[in-house]
């Protein structure tokens, strides 16, 4: 059996997305990151800005704009989404109709900000499907925003709701809603790791995206200058809050971000080893190296392989062999 078919019988896999989500406002930044996205492949998803990081004034030339670059050739991988206004914002309900109308079928997902819990959250689905499915797009994912009070308080709420694939935290929105409570130094490093209500809210946000199999998205680092303060960013996000995913907000961040998401090799050989000889003992427990392994920690490994492939990652033969889909050629006739 394959190992998508026997590890997960009769559960959802978790949802897996590249590890860095790339965001850009202006045409000039939209533009370049398509380019690069082009140049290094789908290693990177872009989210095109209607809200915070676009201009203000012309918001429905804006949407137009951000439409019609999705709709375009240049988006080559259909992994370009799109962050809208808030629901309580006058501009939300065109920014949706507009984009959905031009561009629903190749745009990758429709991010949401500063929702007010699941309430807001469901709104926004029910106006996005109305849109969406006018042109012909069913069950378009939907990325929500975790950046206020109601909407931590309904994480778990939130991360249920089936259309949802991920949850990202707005770590800037969320220390700003303490109106001063919360110092600005708990917006970067090393604040943002150590303050007891963000690292609360962070880890929040984890745990419900993986009680429900979805994405937990860390937020951005403002530092666009220093790429090692961004990689370390990463680490931490990865390794000590169990996110898998990440903001990008200056191209120069994207493949720190990347790297550091991406499994070792190491790891991606251990996985290949233990999942091949899993394989061979039908998905029965095994020991290698002195160590018990069995589908609880099969599952574990499968996810470091399917984390590497999305990294770009080159993988043995083995593991290309374990991840390709089930030959069900010989046995359709």
Known sequence: MHPSEVLFQGKRQPLLLAACDHYAGSEKLMRKSIALQQELGPLFDITFDCEDGASAGNEEVHAQLVAGLIASDANAFNRIGVRVHDVDSPFFARDVEIICAAAAQRLAYIAVPKVGGVQDAMLAIDLINLHA?????????????????????DAYAIAALPQVECLSFGI??????????????????????????????????????????????????????????????????????????????HPDQIK????????????VNEATNILTEAQRAHWGPIAQNGRLHDRASYRYYW??????????????????????PPDTSSTEN
């Open 303 to 324: 996810t470091v392989l399917q984390r590497a492939r999305l990294a770009g990652l080159g993988l043995p033969e083995a593991a290309v062999a374990l991840l390709n």
């Open 256 to 267: 720190p971000i990347i790297k550091a998401f991406t499994p070792r090799l190491s790891e």
């Open 172 to 249: 800037m929105d969320f220390v700003s809603s303490h109106y001063g409570a919360v110092p600005a130094a708990a917006m970067r490093t090393p604040g943002q790791f150590t303050h007891p209500l963000v690292v609360r809210a962070k880890l929040e946000v984890a745990s419900a995206c993986h009680a429900h199999g979805k994405v937990a998205s860390h937020n951005v680092t403002t530092d666009v200058r220093d790429s090692a303060v961004v990689a370390n960013d990463a680490q931490r996000a990865t390794a000590e809050f169990g996110y898998t995913r990440m903001w990008s907000i």
């Open 133 to 153: 499915k006018r042109a012909g797009r069913d069950n378009l994912p939907v990325h929500i925003l975790i950046e206020t009070h109601g909407a931590l308080h």
